[in-house]
T-cell receptor
């Protein structure tokens, strides 16, 4: 069965600091990878996704993520965070043609950006 | 375009009762998935429906069931409620499989079992 782990449960940082959130998955086959964000009081929304091609993908609001197949990782980064980036971030994996049509989510990382 | 609509937003039920939650997907989306979100377990997949057929089911007891109608609207039902069923239930709609298309989530229904 596929699983996803996010290393940090809570991250606190100041505005303008750089952010990197780790995500590792366990599945040996082809995967599609996603980062979703949940702002306080709002619904989950897609930040970025990787299906194939350039392993460095860019998403909305200045976020990017790098897929490293050999490390089974898909880490999220942002060079300079803003207070409005305070949210919970979820990494998700979809294993193509295996385990059905579903997203498996990591446990989430709560990010607090201090003004 | 309108997003994913879940009703009701909040529910309080008593142990042993049953509950039905509703999800209206984005127009044109044929896939609806349901997830349970709790502080302890995070987001866990319940089931997915596509064109009125259940395509996949998560590891939840049979008390959790769902269905999808011809207009793609979906309902999930939980019978014989337990305290541990208290959670935020999220519905996600997508054009096809969430494997290769973006899933759009609703605001969720917060169920409290007392």
């Amino acid at each position: 069965a596929q699983s996803v782990s996010q290393h940090n449960h809570h991250v606190i940082l100041s505005e303008a600091a750089s952010l990197e959130l780790g995500c590792n998955y366990s599945y040996g086959g082809t995967v599609n990878l996603f980062w979703y964000v949940q702002y306080p009081g709002q619904h989950l929304q897609l930040l970025l996704k990787y299906f194939s091609g350039d392993p460095l993908v860019k998403g909305i609001k200045g976020f990017e993520a790098e897929f490293i197949k050999s490390k089974f990782s898909f880490n999220l980064r942002k060079p300079s965070v803003q207070w409005s980036d305070t949210a919970e971030y979820f990494c998700a994996v979809a294993a193509y043609k295996a385990a059905g049509n579903k997203l498996t989510f990591g446990g989430g990382t709560r990010v607090l950006v201090k003004p | 375009k309108a997003g994913v609509t879940q009703t009701p937003r909040y529910l309080i039920k008593t142990r042993g009762q049953q509950v039905t939650l509703s999800c209206s997907p984005i127009s044109g989306h044929r896939s609806v998935s349901w997830y349970q979100q709790t502080p302890g377990q995070g987001l866990q997949f319940l089931f997915e429906y596509f064109s009125e057929t259940q395509r996949n089911k998560g590891n939840f007891p049979g008390r959790f069931s769902g269905r999808q109608f011809s207009n793609s609207r979906s309902e999930m039902n939980v019978s014989t409620l337990e305290l541990g069923d208290s959670a935020l239930y999220l519905c996600a709609s997508s054009l096809d499989s969430v494997i290769n298309t973006e899933a759009f989530f609703g605001q969720g229904t917060r169920l409290t079992v007392v």
